[in-house]
């Protein structure tokens, strides 16, 4: 998960060492674009299709992490 | 035995019209406060957008490229025996908007004219009609004018679309290839109305006719005011279908063409945003010298965006005889087109 983390740094504009499963969503600007250029970031790790509502219902990087995974 | 072939059609100029206004982030900054202009531009790669005038419509525009086109190249009005026109804000619901511009361009009555409605893969759609209208000995020399005014549908306090629309229009010329080597050919479509809500305008078409109901500003849940006359926009649905389609388009066409990635000088794509073209640059794995931007300083102008492209690379003079090109539309309908285009 260290790709997700490193993509999700970036789109939140902070430090992948500052991202972890507990890291906050609302905390880091979880806005509209923020949530289009995870989409981008999941076809590109993942090969994976993500909705909109599906990434509004996560409220921590872990629920994105199981989205990843599921 | 032999039989004729097909007349092979090829672009031959490009112009452009961008309004005057021009609508810049740091003007957007000031109404959206929690958004900086270095933001704006680093997420979208857009500095300023032009902004059509109040008494200005695509019609106009359309009409000041065509004028562009015959003051620059050597083709007059009288030289034209098609005309399409590709815009989703006619001046009038009837009629036609290609009608009016056959009159105030003093095109030929002999003219054939039509409008086409499709957004960001109009060009692609409209360059296929030019293609089977010459390849069929219909007619010769088609202009085709893309050109739409977005701002006009976009709510002042919805910065979701608001940083990334901007107003501009192109006039393409497209004549019978006079190199035997040049040709607008290899087309894919796709279309999937499934997603029409995905990217709509919802009222002032019959459906649902505009009311004083209809005009009432609401807060949606991203934070942007709106109403049911404004452009709405899934920001998400549309990214997931651009990925999904596009790169799945552009590999059906090396297949039709018969050309591998690196054949092509060019993969000029419709310039939604920065963040949109990078995902599917990366995705395509094309190389950044071989796919050309531009949209700083006029942002996503729908249908114009791609023939935008192609006029500054006339200008650069990095069009030259045998440089090959994919052109790859895609946005509302939805619905996506592609081709291939040797020079």
Known sequence: MDELYAGLADIFEIDPSEIGSSTELEEENWDSLAMVSTIALFDELFGKEVNIDALKACRTVSDLEALAGA | MHCALPVKASIKAVATYLPERILSNEELAL??????????????????????????????????????????????????????????????????????????????????????????????????????????????????????????????????????????????????????????????????????????????????????????????????????????????????????????????????????????DFVVMHQANLFMLEALRKKMKIDPSKAPYYFTDIGNTVSSTIPFVLAKLFQEGQITPGKRASLLGFGVGLSWAGCTVEF
């Open chain 2, 31 to 264: 109404k959206f406060d929690d958004w900086t202009a270095e933001k704006i531009e680093q997420k979208t790669g857009i500095k300023s957008r032009r902004i059509a005038a109040l008494d200005e419509t695509a019609l106009d525009m359309g009409i000041a490229a065509a004028k562009n086109l015959f003051a620059t190249n050597d083709v007059s009005p009288d030289d034209i025996d098609y005309l399409i026109f590709c815009s989703q804000a006619p001046d009038f619901i009837l009629p036609t908007s290609a009608c009016l511009i056959q009159d105030r361009l003093n095109l030929p009555k002999s003219v054939g004219a039509l409008d086409i409605n499709l957004g960001c893969s109009g060009f692609v759609y409209g360059l296929s009609l030019a293609v089977s209208l010459i390849s069929s000995g219909i007619a010769s020399n088609i202009l085709l004018i893309t050109s739409d005014t977005y701002s006009k549908f976009i709510n002042e306090g919805d910065k979701s679309v608001r940083t990334l629309f901007g107003d501009g229009a192109a006039a393409t010329l497209i004549t019978p290839a006079i190199s035997t080597s040049s040709k607008i050919g290899h087309f894919i479509f796709g279309t999937d109305g499934s997603g029409g809500e995905d990217l709509m305008v919802k009222t002032g078409g019959a459906r649902h006719p505009r009311t004083s109901s209809t005009a009432t500003e609401y807060l949606d849940d991203a934070g942007n005011v709106r109403s049911e006359d404004n452009l709405y926009m899934n920001g998400g649905a549309v990214m997931n279908f651009t990925l999904r389609e596009v790169p799945k388009m552009f590999t059906a066409i090396q297949e039709l063409a018969g050309w591998e990635r690196d054949d092509f």
